[in-house]
């Protein structure tokens, strides 16, 4: 099959999903009206009837219903229940699931270090944050490089789970070969510490599973109703692997001053396995979208050549490894993305969705990238909290004027909101549906 | 003929600037000296950031260079510190918001242009803004937040300052990934800077005011 027949192949299974019970034959028309609409914007064939419309939201829908963050982490069925209003109420034609709090219980269990959340190390009622540092040191590159699963597994987990720390002391698998010496490969398998550490494991592992059953649950309701779950996992750019996770935003700087060969390499050997870990969720899930959360190649976090030498090169053949494969990859461009709208132009046609979120002329980003690409998003998150309902609703028409010609745009906002005026989603939503019809 | 501090630092040639100082350092030069011709390059290095000629990983890695010139020069300035003459400004991340990288980078640029700058931290609860303006005499407060969570936590920190009644000798600028004019009006702060070099024309406008 070509890319396309794939691709094709891949929104069929989401615009008809297998085995879904719909709860009557209107939610089922709706489902698919739903997804045919943003798969016309993004596929830039057809005109959609008209703008679709994706709210992307992370703590807000707890706030609307009237629970706290801490309670969404701890509490899965308030968190259902809160998501459920949300998307039952603004009714986007594309919904994130539920899965965005995250089980708070599980995290604790694995005493995570890279994240501060509710109620451990942050507010009840604020959302989770995250906690750079150097989980990786600038003299591990080789470690990461010649194999990156053994670095993972002994190295970096056991920093950034204090519950994993043990594990330190486990074999690398690719010793264990022939049957002499085989056993004592097993030997840490026998000490205290790592079999504590194993029981604390199978505990968050339980925890993980009642979560993963929650969202699951939630996400066969929330298509029944008619409402399809716009994402079916996600990928990130390999300079954000190690930018965010790995090295931290100070450490990855000075990587590219002293040893920018040794962090190209490393990235390298990243893309295949980002590659496979989108396409992988995506066929898991029958839905063709890989979420790609952007980070540090936003405008003034890098030069233009430093973006176009160090960030741009991987993040687009991961995109095209996700592409030759009929997956739909979604990065979202948090912070202005201004100075890279020319360059990352560089893609085929119809194949990409990109979330936008600090654009100063949406209407150049229509005449760049929205050549090649369905763009989403520039809804300011300080016009959602702060703004009345009348200036909600001028944005959305501008947006709309400036990026809804000819298909190709879905109404959003760029960076997930925690807070907004109930009043101002609500002007946001009925704007969309009125003006953004296609006559 | 010795090669110039100012401009190798200024160009962000890491080993280089560092030999230099080495070099000087060992043959007696002043410390001050080193220093000062340091501090030249830094604003170098503020005013390409400003004219867009350099970026954030360019302010990081002056920093970093920097430090490995303070520790060679640290050690023979015996007692001797260096004045700061752009006075006080006190810097923190609001209540409930952990984010440090922007705050950071503020903190560093207000410094290396002779700020004296009192870093807070993050999370910095209203009280302590409050307490720390009153202790130090500090005439401008930055304010971080990278969360649409901290504009409540920026409104409640001018409120309260305002409250206490020195709202008048203080000037507030805020900063952050999502601010703009409008949240700046909201918080009630004075004005906000888009970047690090942004808050400290910011911080000189308001102390040549003085």
Known sequence: ??????????????????????????????????????????????????????????????????????????????????????????????????????????????????????????????????????????????????????????????????????????????????????????????????????????????????????????GAEITALGYPVIVAGYTKAPFDVIGDTLRGTRGIIMDIYRQPDKLLKAMEHLVPIMIKMGVGAAKGANNPFIFIPLHKGADGFLSDAQYKKFYWPTLRAVMMGLIEEGVVPFPAAEGGYNSRLEVVSDLPKGTTVWMLDQIDDMARAKRTLGKVACIAGNMPSATLSLGTPEQIKAETKRLIDACAKGGGYIMSNGSFFDEAKVENVRAWVDTTLEYGVYK | MAKDLTKTLADLKEDEAV??????????????????????????????????????????????????????????????????KGGKVIIGTVAGDIHDIGKDIVVFMLDVSGFDVIDLGVDVPVQKFVDTIKSSGAPIVGLSGFLTL?????????????????????????????????????????????????????????????
């Not at chain 1, 890279?114 to 942050?122: A, E, F, I, T």
């Not at chain 2, 002043?30 to 011709?37: E, K, N, R, T």
Request: hydrophobic letters at 40%; glycine letters at 8%; a neutral charge.
């Open chain 1, 1 to 218: 099959m070509t890319r396309e027949e794939k691709q094709e192949a891949f929104f069929a299974k989401w615009v008809s999903p297998e085995g879904a019970k719909f709860a009557n034959p209107q939610a089922e028309k709706d489902y698919k009206a739903r997804t045919t609409r943003i798969k016309d914007a993004i596929q830039m064939k057809k005109l959609p009837d008209r703008v679709p419309l994706y709210l992307s939201a992370s703590f807000w829908p707890v706030a609307y219903a009237g629970i706290t963050p801490y309670d969404a982490m701890y509490d899965y069925e308030k968190n259902n229940m809160a998501f459920k209003k949300f998307i039952v109420d603004f009714k986007p034609d594309g919904n994130l699931g539920a899965a965005v709090p995250g089980p708070g219980r599980f995290f604790e269990l694995m005493d995570y270090k890279l994240y501060s959340w509710p109620g451990h190390g942050v507010p009840k009622e604020h959302s989770y944050q995250a906690n750079e540092g150097e989980y990786m040191t600038a003299d591990e590159y080789d470690d990461l490089i010649e194999d990156p699963s053994n670095y993972f597994n002994k190295v970096y987990l056991p920093r950034v789970f204090k519950a994993m720390e043990p594990l330190q002391a486990l074999p690398t698998a690719t010793g264990i070969l022939e049957m002499y010496g085989v056993a004592g490969n097993f030997i840490p398998y026998g000490l205290p510490p790592v079999q504590a550490a194993l029981k604390t494991l199978m505990k968050a592992g339980e925890e993980a599973l009642k979560w993963g059953g929650a969202m699951g649950a939630f």
């Open chain 2, 19 to 84: 030999e230099i100082v080495q070099n000087r350092i060992n043959a007696g030069d002043d410390p001050m000296a080193v220093l000062h011709d340091a501090s030249q390059a830094m604003e170098i290095v503020g005013a390409r950031f400003s004219k867009g000629e350099y970026f954030i990983p360019d302010l990081v890695y002056s920093g970093e260079i920097l430090k490995r010139i303070n520790e060679i020069v640290k050690p023979k300035l015996a007692g001797a510190t260096s004045v700061k």
């Open chain 2, 150 to 210: 901290a504009y409540d936590a920026m409104k409640e920190t001018v409120d309260a300052i305002k409250k206490a009644g020195l709202r008048e000798k203080t000037k507030i600028m805020i900063g952050g990934g999502q601010i703009n004019d409008e949240v700046m009006k909201y918080t009630g702060a004075d004005a906000y800077g888009k970047d690090a070099v942004a808050g400290v024309a910011l911080a000189r406008k308001w102390s040549a005011a003085k």
